[in-house]
């Protein structure tokens, strides 16, 4: 079992910029973001995969995902945020090797999730 935690998550206008945060209780080798708009499907956001790093189409060139490794720390830097974006985002891991590092179908374990708002 790997305990997610995230944090950093809040209200902003579309313009702004907001950075996560998510703590594990352990090492995973694949870790990533996705989050679930009202009345929407859950979608993958970012994700790393050892050093290497995915990208949604919606969020590329915006959002820059990276971790610490020592800290056990995963972060998402999002930038020109627009109300599309709101959402709950969720922190999830996994041993190994996802299939496709952006489906959620893919991850094992999550956090509890953290709001972001953007308002127009």
């Known amino acids: 079992q790997v305990q997610l935690v995230e944090s950093g998550g809040g209200s902003v206008q579309a313009g702004g910029s907001l950075t996560l945060s998510c703590t594990a209780s352990?090492?995973?080798?694949?870790m990533g973001w996705f989050r679930q708009a009202p009345g929407k499907e859950r979608e993958g956001v970012a994700s790393m995969r050892d050093r290497r790093e995915y990208y949604a189409d919606s969020v590329k060139g915006r959002f820059t995902v990276s971790r610490d490794n020592a800290k056990l720390e995963l972060y998402l830097q999002m930038s020109n945020l627009t109300p599309e974006d709101t959402g709950m985002y969720y922190c999830?891991?996994?041993?190994?090797?996802?299939?496709?590092?952006?489906?959620?179908?893919?991850?094992?374990?999550w956090g509890q999730g953290i709001l972001v708002t953007v308002s127009s």
């Open positions: 352990k090492n995973a080798a694949s």
């Open positions: 999830a891991a996994r041993a190994g090797y996802p299939r496709d590092p952006l489906s959620d179908n893919d991850y094992l374990h």
